[in-house]
């Protein structure tokens, strides 16, 4: 079966096109600007990318011209719709309601709209894109798999924040987490490179947004993100962990509202704010080793940060079998894999240099010190292909 995986955005949709019995990317790509001027689709098959300027008014249009360029003459890789088994949507929140990934119909459509004020920045865009395809493609299952899902087994102790009982029931505030698609996918692929369904595993998915798991026997038990992405480490913009009265004190500082705080707290904090510079890593690094301090900072903060949590969830598994690095940064910077082991050594946790230096080759690499008592694994993730064996599995 090919399933179809669409990743809408409030102005962009990614896809991938991919064999369920091979698991390959036949096709993938995405649309850009859309609702603004200067649209683009970016198409990339086996015979390489193209790409294509045309208005895109809306994420229906986009859907379109997807699905034209998947069956295009000289472009495509099917020769008609029918040979899209389903769909599989990525789902930013499922609140409470969603443990799992489900086939979309109108009862769950209402749910999920029902969770936008969750997730109000995400929510209507992946809505917008279930929509879009159920348009364009009235016959083929849609399949909503949510970011949340992989963490709502954590404990209540885990997710519980301290307020008063009455407010998390009746206004949903709690931890939730994101990226699970993420921790999921790594946090499996490292259970088979162990050869251990129960191991302790600390997930690091280190990106423009970052989070870190403490998954046991693979369920989730803990993540650092929290009722939004804005909790946890630094981020690219995002400022992380933060005292709450300082909304309060920035707010009266500076005369902003309280939703000018949190844009503030969004876009323009995290490693770009302390370091002034970029919320690019690779140029955070550049700058770092041209001297800049702020750059510095900023980094070490992040690792720093990053370092705690490690710690901190290798309390709550009580020892780590494992810890895994993935996502742009956790695999592909060197420096930030080296800063974040060191001084993990009191848990037997330690990496060959020569070993963490080697380039991402797209492979599982092991690099862990010669003697270290727990496995250091670089693991690319694959988001879409969770979605598309969760997809297969419900429709087939």
């Given at each position: 079966m090919k399933i179809l995986v669409v990743n809408a955005g409030s102005s962009s949709l990614k896809y991938q096109l991919i064999d369920s019995e091979t698991?390959?990317?036949?096709?993938?790509?995405?649309?850009?600007?859309?609702?603004?001027?200067g649209s683009l689709l970016k198409h990339k098959t086996a015979k390489g990318e193209v790409i294509v300027e045309k208005p895109m008014p809306d994420h229906t249009v986009a859907v379109q011209l997807v699905l034209q360029m998947l069956v295009d003459k000289d472009n495509g890789v099917i020769s008609s719709m029918d040979e899209i088994g389903a769909v599989g949507h990525r789902v930013v929140h499922g609140g409470e309601e969603f443990k799992q990934s489900v086939v979309v119909n109108d009862e769950i459509m209402e749910k999920i709209i029902a969770n936008t004020d969750l997730a109000p920045l995400h929510q209507p865009a992946n809505v917008i894109g279930i929509n879009a395809c159920k348009a364009v493609m009235p016959n083929a299952p849609m399949v909503a798999v949510f970011d949340t899902a992989?963490?709502?087994?954590m404990p209540d102790y885990a997710f519980m924040y301290g307020i008063p009982y009455e407010d998390y029931k009746n206004l949903r505030i709690r931890r939730y987490g994101f990226h699970g698609t993420s921790h999921k996918y790594?946090?499996?692929?490292?259970?088979?490179?162990?050869?251990?369904?129960?191991?302790?595993?600390?997930?690091?998915h280190l990106g423009n947004g970052s989070s870190i798991s403490a998954v046991k026997a693979g369920v989730s038990v803990d993540t650092s993100m929290g009722f939004t992405p804005l909790e946890g480490v630094p981020m690219g913009t995002r400022s992380g962990d933060i005292d709450p009265a300082v909304i309060e004190y920035l707010a009266n500082k500076k005369g902003m509202t309280v939703a000018e705080v949190l844009s503030y707290l969004n876009k323009k904090s995290g490693v770009a704010g302390v370091s002034g510079v970029s919320s690019d890593f690779r140029d955070l690094c550049a700058a770092a080793e041209e001297g800049n301090y702020r750059a510095q900072l900023a980094l070490n903060n992040f690792c720093y940060k990053v370092k705690k949590y490690v710690g901190a969830y290798a309390a709550a598994l009580n020892g780590a079998d494992c810890i895994v690095f993935t996502a742009g940064i956790g695999e592909n910077t060197v420096s930030v894999r080296k800063s974040v082991m060191e001084g993990l050594d009191y848990l037997g946790a330690t990496i060959d240099d020569e070993k963490n230096a080697m380039k991402n080759d797209g492979s599982i690499r092991d690099i862990s010190g010669k003697d270290s008592k727990v496995k250091v694994l670089v693991i690319p993730t694959n988001e879409e292909l969770?979605?598309?064996?969760?997809?297969?599995?419900?429709?087939?």
């Open positions: 698991e390959k990317a036949i096709a993938k790509g995405g649309c850009e600007r859309i609702g603004i001027d992989f963490h709502s087994n790594v946090s499996e692929e490292a259970a088979k490179f162990l050869g251990n369904p129960n191991a302790k595993i600390i997930t690091c969770v979605i598309a064996r969760e997809t297969y599995a419900l429709v087939k």
